[in-house]
């Protein structure tokens, strides 16, 4: 009797406390519930909705045959993508659902021991990408195609179809310490560089009858200014020096000042002066040898153009041939980016397909039907990836003559300049 008049006191005490304040404590919810509605619904129902606007293509891209320079090519077609930043003024912003910048869909599928690379973009920006790839790869083939989403059902799983999926996200919490980069694979003895496509492109040639593995990058660019000002927070950690912010210094002032009242009862009071730092000693003698490394690689990254992205793959395929083991090697190959002393890439928990615990097979569907929908919708909801363009080029890229594949859709031969001298009509 005692226990329920006490729960009964509680809940009383608490509901008096939220009658009397409702006013400060609902109004940032309900704002924050109203934004994401308003925004969701300008943006895809609107008289003048945004997306509405949106026309989108996709390109299929088939490499040359023999490329004989690695992925930095690519970092320079990605870096032109950058200029595609554009600013919306509060009225676009809030009525027609322009909340955010433009986005590329880069996706390398793997369908049924073929590979192929595509990109997604609004078709304003076709003779930009195409300007873009023609200059780093003039013997390429760009070709516009349908979208392979709906060659697949509407819904998997069903009878016939299963999949596996998950997001990636970083292992570290900072997103300016770099994964991996392409002049990390370069042979100690040699000098030549170990492609990275290569393990990703044997896993998809082993695909057999029915069986398809779909990695996709979705990226936004990145104003300058705000991939500087993330990354230069983590760069003056590592120099050890201290980055005390106006609030941490006002709240350590009032802090010193309440302290010293009851002494100033009693005599002057002594506030805390700030000891004299000794010579320090050079920044290079401070840090050890990998320290320095990943300084570094941090200072460097940060030179580069960066772009929010959100990662993720797909493997999906008949029931009768389905075979988990295609995502264990998929996955390690992926973990070949990873860095330990600097960053890694790893499926996320929360989105990984599978339940626990109560209403396994439920939670299980719920959760395949829900990544093969923001599949589909290119959906960048959840936890992003920050990526420069040098980590985006390592990831991406068209694979060197180095890895023969039978996998690879390339050109068969070398596209040459028309004659100048064919007759014209």
């Known amino acids: 009797m005692n226990g329920s008049v006490s729960i009964f006191y509680i809940l009383n ?72 930043i554009s600013t919306h003024n509060n009225f676009t912003i809030w009525l027609d659902g322009a909340f955010r ?45 349908e979208d392979y989403y709906p060659k697949f059902p509407k819904v998997i799983p069903n009878k016939k179809w299963d999949l596996w999926g998950a997001d990636f996200v970083f292992v570290k919490p900072d997103p300016y310490y770099p994964l991996k980069t392409y002049d990390q694979f370069e042979e100690s003895i040699t000098g030549e560089m170990i492609d990275p496509m290569a393990a990703l492109v044997e896993v998809l040639g082993t695909l057999g009858p029915g069986q398809h593995i779909w990695l996709q990058y979705v990226i936004v660019p990145v104003q300058e200014g705000e991939s500087i000002k993330g990354g230069k927070v983590l760069a003056d ?31 002057p009071p002594e506030f805390k002066v700030a000891a004299a730092k000794k010579d320090e000693l050079p920044l290079e003698m401070r840090l050890s040898t990998v320290e320095k490394d990943i300084l570094k690689a941090v200072e460097e990254n940060l030179g580069k153009n960066f772009f929010k992205t959100k990662m993720r793959m797909i493997y999906l395929g008949k029931r009768e041939g389905f075979d988990k083991s295609h995502v264990s090697a998929f996955v390690g190959a992926v973990k070949q980016f990873n860095d330990l002393n600097m960053n890694q890439i790893k499926p996320e928990d929360i989105s990984k397909t599978y339940g626990q615990i109560f209403f396994i097979d439920r939670i299980t569907n719920l959760r395949k039907r829900k990544i093969y929908d923001r599949y589909r919708r290119r959906n960048m909801d959840g936890v992003n990836l920050m990526l420069s363009t040098k980590e985006l080029a390592t990831m991406f890229h068209f694979p060197d003559l180095s890895v023969k594949s039978h996998a690879i859709t390339q050109t068969t031969s070398k596209l040459g300049a028309a004659p100048s001298n064919l007759p014209i009509d």
């Open 13 to 84: 005490n608490f509901w008096g406390v939220f009658a009397s304040s409702w006013w400060l404590i609902l109004p940032w919810p309900v704002w924050y519930i109203f934004r994401e509605v308003w925004f969701d619904y300008v943006s895809h129902y609107g008289a003048d909705c945004w997306n509405s606007k949106y026309k989108w293509a996709m390109l299929e891209v088939v490499p040359p045959r023999e490329i004989e320079r690695g992925p930095k090519p690519m970092e320079v077609f990605f870096t032109g993508l950058s200029g595609v």
């Open 101 to 145: 910048q433009d986005y590329f869909g880069l996706e390398l599928v793997g369908e049924e021991g073929k590979v192929h690379y595509y990109i997604r973009l609004l078709k304003k920006y076709r003779n930009l990408v195409e300007a873009q790839i023609y200059a780093q790869y003039p013997e390429a083939q760009v070709m516009e195609v």
């Open 237 to 267: 950690k590592l120099k050890f020096r201290a980055t005390e912010s106006a609030g941490g210094r006002l709240i350590s002032d009032v802090v010193d000042v309440l302290s010293n009242l009851w002494a100033g009862l009693f005599g």
